[in-house]
């Protein structure tokens, strides 16, 4: 049996008040900011509580992560926030500043050094206003303190320690705790629209048949706390399972669409192929920025860059002239999102809902499918069958807006195609 193939990971541990992280002194003499080892696949932000209990363990801290300063698939740094000392430390450590980091340094890499790049960050007043709330000190304590009230209000009872789920990311934290009625999680979105706690609370008011309730909310900061929905699967989800799922979510698409003002107020921002087709058209903008950096493209590159642009600005027009409606597109439609319980199935995870063609959602569905069986082979049906399935229940309800019997296929296929260009619109903008 092969090992598991494994990186290091630097930690930039931080002095209390002054701009210095620590050092140890390793077995030959000479000295090293801590580190640990974690496996190469996967992202190192979801080892958030490994980590820290690793660190726990080897260095007697208790530590979160806050932040990823560097990764490469050999070597990650990340920067921990210690909220105290788990036992003695029984290794030599030291304060390193700036001036001792040059006397030392070491760093593989010669035009990108993270400890000098978080001495500088370090050395000013404050942190740099675009840092997500979770990458910044004191985040940890006041969401753990929030989300352990929430519970104990409800007469849910704590019987464990808040700890990290997923940390170090871009669009979200998560945070999970041990209760007597079994785990919970508390997620903190990226603070842009649409507010993810909002529209979770408003789409399970308007549908409480498929979108669960939060336990609570906290819309200001964009928080929402939620039970382990695994709780209510009794076994594996099943092809007839993803299509029946699929088949209500199209129902709940089309009955949005003579609401979609609603979903505008709730953040819900346009991004139809019609204004997909505008964001290719000024897609000049970013050359030059691609023909710049560290692998710029060629002239043969861009001249090739410009027809594939060119050949999605026509399908944006194709999908539109099949005359689907615009609806609700639920854009994390995906395996891991749909849980079945005894009265149906629960959608999840709503956080970047858009407004557009509804079949964005079954090729998104799709794409994160056949993901999903490529780490997993043998987890269930064969992948054909429930891709099949699944469409055919989801496109059925909106054969009433499919004057050709194919016509539904082919825009499918044309939302496929755009599917990668609308997803750039949305990180884009």
């Given at each position: 049996?092969?090992?598991?193939?494994?990186?290091?990971?630097?930690?930039?541990?931080?002095?209390?008040?002054?701009?210095?992280?620590?050092?140890?002194?390793?077995?030959?003499?000479?000295?090293?900011?801590?580190?640990?080892?974690?496996?190469?696949?996967?992202?190192?932000?979801?080892?958030?509580?490994?980590?820290?209990?690793?660190?726990?363990?080897?260095?007697?801290?208790?530590?979160?992560?806050?932040?990823?300063?560097?990764?490469?698939?050999?070597?990650?740094c990340l920067e921990l926030e210690v909220h105290s000392q788990a036992a003695a430390q029984n290794y030599k450590a030291i304060w390193v500043g700036a001036e001792d980091y040059r006397k030392f340094r070491n760093f593989p890499y010669e035009d990108y050094d993270p400890f000098e790049l978080w001495l500088d960050g370090a050395s000013r007043p404050e942190p740099p206003r675009g840092r997500l709330p979770w990458e910044r000190p004191g985040w940890f304590r006041a969401a753990a303190d929030w989300f352990t009230h929430q519970l104990e209000t409800r007469h849910i009872q704590v019987t464990g320690s808040v700890q990290q789920l997923r940390a170090a990311?871009?669009?979200?934290?998560?945070?999970?705790?041990?209760?007597?009625?079994?785990?919970?999680?508390?997620?903190?979105?990226?603070?842009?629209?649409?507010?993810?706690?909002?529209?979770?609370?408003?789409?399970?008011?308007?549908?409480?048949?498929?979108?669960?309730?939060?336990?609570?909310?906290?819309?200001?900061?964009?928080?929402?706390?939620?039970?382990?929905?695994?709780?209510?699967?009794?076994?594996?989800?099943?092809?007839?399972?993803?299509?029946?799922?699929?088949?209500?979510?199209?129902?709940?698409?089309?009955?949005?669409?003579?609401?979609?003002?609603?979903?505008?107020?709730?953040?819900?921002?346009?991004?139809?192929?019609?204004?997909?087709?505008?964001?290719?058209?000024?897609?000049?903008?970013?050359?030059?920025?691609?023909?710049?950096?560290?692998?710029?493209?060629?002239?043969?590159?861009?001249?090739?860059?410009?027809?594939?642009?060119?050949?999605?600005?026509?399908?944006?027009?194709?999908?539109?002239?099949?005359?689907?409606?615009?609806?609700?597109?639920?854009?994390?439609?995906?395996?891991?999102?749909?849980?079945?319980?005894?009265?149906?199935?629960?959608?999840?995870?709503?956080?970047?809902?858009?407004?557009?063609?509804?079949?964005?959602?079954?090729?998104?569905?799709?794409?994160?499918?056949?993901?999903?069986?490529?780490?997993?082979?043998?987890?269930?049906?064969?992948?054909?069958?429930?891709?099949?399935?699944?469409?055919?229940?989801?496109?059925?309800?909106?054969?009433?807006?499919?004057?050709?019997?194919?016509?539904?296929?082919?825009?499918?296929?044309?939302?496929?195609?755009?599917?990668?260009?609308?997803?750039?619109?949305?990180?884009?903008?």
């Open positions: 049996m092969n090992q598991e193939e494994l990186a290091r990971c630097h930690l930039i541990i931080s002095h209390p008040t002054k701009p210095k992280f620590l050092a140890i002194r390793l077995s030959d003499g000479s000295w090293s900011p801590p580190w640990v080892s974690v496996p190469q696949a996967g992202f190192v932000g979801s080892r958030a509580s490994d980590i820290s209990r690793t660190v726990r363990e080897q260095y007697g801290l208790n530590t979160t992560v806050l932040r990823q300063l560097f990764e490469s698939r050999l070597y990650h990311w871009q669009s979200s934290a998560i945070l999970r705790v041990r209760t007597s009625v079994g785990d919970h999680f508390l997620k903190a979105a990226f603070v842009a629209p649409p507010n993810e706690a909002a529209l979770t609370l408003a789409l399970s008011e308007r549908w409480p048949e498929l979108v669960p309730k939060p336990v609570s909310v906290d819309t200001r900061r964009d928080w929402l706390i939620s039970p382990d929905y695994r709780g209510a699967v009794p076994a594996m989800m099943a092809a007839g399972d993803y299509a029946r799922a699929a088949r209500s979510l199209a129902q709940l698409q089309i009955e949005s669409a003579e609401e979609l003002d609603r979903w505008r107020k709730a953040g819900c921002i346009d991004r139809n192929p019609g204004i997909l087709f505008d964001f290719l058209g000024s897609f000049d903008r970013l050359h030059p920025l691609l023909r710049s950096g560290r692998s710029p493209f060629d002239s043969g590159e861009m001249s090739s860059l410009n027809i594939k642009i060119k050949k999605l600005g026509d399908k944006c027009q194709q999908l539109s002239e099949h005359g689907i409606p615009d609806t609700l597109v639920y854009a994390d439609f995906s395996p891991s999102n749909v849980y079945r319980r005894e009265q149906g199935y629960w959608l999840t995870d709503w956080a970047d809902s858009i407004i557009s063609n509804p079949l964005f959602s079954l090729a998104w569905f799709i794409q994160a499918f056949l993901l999903d069986r490529q780490r997993r082979p043998d987890s269930g049906d064969s992948p054909d069958a429930v891709i099949e399935g699944v469409t055919d229940a989801y496109l059925a309800p909106f054969e009433t807006f499919a004057p050709r019997p194919d016509g539904l296929r082919e825009a499918l296929n044309l939302a496929a195609e755009l599917s990668t260009a609308c997803r750039l619109q949305q990180w884009f903008e």
